[in-house]
């Protein structure tokens, strides 16, 4: 759902700059609560133009300073004045709006069963609530996997090897298994790479070694599964 958002986003932010381009250089944020409020009510410059200043001041948040600011960019505009326009960008500004009440909705319940569930794998330094459980879900019955290596391929970490006489060359990640456990351990990953002395200096390590950023996250990620895959191991047996 959050992908999802980013797109009608990035679909919103390029609509707004052909309607109305030098409203972003005024505003910090596109994505404020009140500049939504406002392209809801008034879409276009001329809808703008056509409303009395204390309407504008109506709208929650939108003080006069920025109320000036905006009517003195749309006298001056260059946007292109569309219906077909002025009817996207308030759909686009609906549906982002519906998505984050899902995703907030979606993240509330994530919570709850979180906290029901009490996994370790939130005692993992960087795994917040979210990860943790894409990571929780993907993985399903980890009993299902006899070592960290079954689990490893299962998340794709595995690298594919090309054999020629007797050289060795190791190629891309297999891209197999699931993609969204392999997004989220690539993400801790990251992070831990910045935040963890021992993973930082494993990752330095590898890059000293001639390997590639992303090939040297990748072998932290590896380092994360058998972690994960033990610590999951020994939580089951208490």
Known sequence: MIHERSKNKTLYVRTLDIIYPELAKRMKNVHNQFIYDFLSSYPTPPK???????????????????????????????????????????????????????????????????????SPITSITVIGERLGAIILVEIKKFYNFRTPAQLQAFAGLK?????????NITGHMVKRGSSYLRYSLIQVAKLLANYSPHFKACIRLKIKQGKHYNVAVSHVAKKLIRI???????????
């Not at 219906?83 to 960008?89: F, T």
């Not at 690298?159 to 050289?167: L, V």
């Not at 994960?228 to 208490?238: A, D, G, P, T, W």
């Open 228 to 238: 994960i895959y033990y610590l999951l191991i020994l939580s089951s047996q208490n």
């Open 159 to 167: 690298p594919s090897i090309y054999q020629s006489g007797t050289m």
């Open 48 to 118: 703008i133009n056509r409303a009395h200043f204390h309407s504008l001041l109506k709208i929650k948040r939108l003080i006069a300073y920025k109320v000036n600011q905006i009517q003195e960019v749309t006298r001056l505009t260059i946007g292109n004045r569309s219906l077909a326009l002025e009817l996207e960008i308030s759909q686009l500004i609906e549906m982002i709006r519906m998505q984050t009440r899902q995703i907030i909705k979606a993240q509330e319940q994530i919570h709850q069963l979180i906290s029901e569930i009490n």
